[in-house]
């Protein structure tokens, strides 16, 4: 049984850092992309960031290019992303998800085979 736990979420000032892991469990094959989504009270759910699981490619959404950075660790099945600079319109609940999919289809159309339960970051003074 494929398993995607996150950790990492808390709240933070505006211009603060979070990094938020999402460690995978059960079989998911190395090729999958992995990626981190966000949903916001009455928003849709959006991708934020993916990586693909055989190079370097990677997706980031406009509002976060800059200031977020999504990494893997392949030998410890987990996904790290970065936050930096935080703003309030940051704040959501983010959801990692792997999926054997292409890096951009997978964040663009926020689509997952396999889900995490969701870690909330707050961004507020």
């Known amino acids: 049984q494929v398993q995607l736990v996150e950790s990492g979420g808390g709240l933070v000032q505006p211009g603060g850092s979070l990094r938020l892991s999402c460690a995978a469990s059960g079989f998911i094959k190395d090729y999958y992309a992995k990626g981190w989504f966000r949903q916001a009270p009455g928003k849709e759910r959006e991708g934020v960031s993916c990586?693909?699981?055989?190079?370097?490619?990677?997706y980031y959404a406009d509002s976060v290019k800059g200031r977020f950075t999504i990494s893997r660790d392949n030998a410890k099945n987990t996904v790290y992303l970065q936050m930096n600079n935080l703003k309030p319109e940051d704040t959501a609940v983010y959801y990692c998800?792997?999926?054997?999919?292409?890096?951009?289809?997978?964040?663009?159309?926020?689509?997952?085979?396999?889900w995490g339960q969701g870690t909330q970051v707050t961004v507020s003074s």
């Open positions: 990586i693909s699981g055989t190079d370097d490619t990677t």
């Open positions: 998800a792997a999926a054997e999919r292409t890096v951009q289809s997978m964040c663009i159309m926020a689509i997952g085979d396999y």
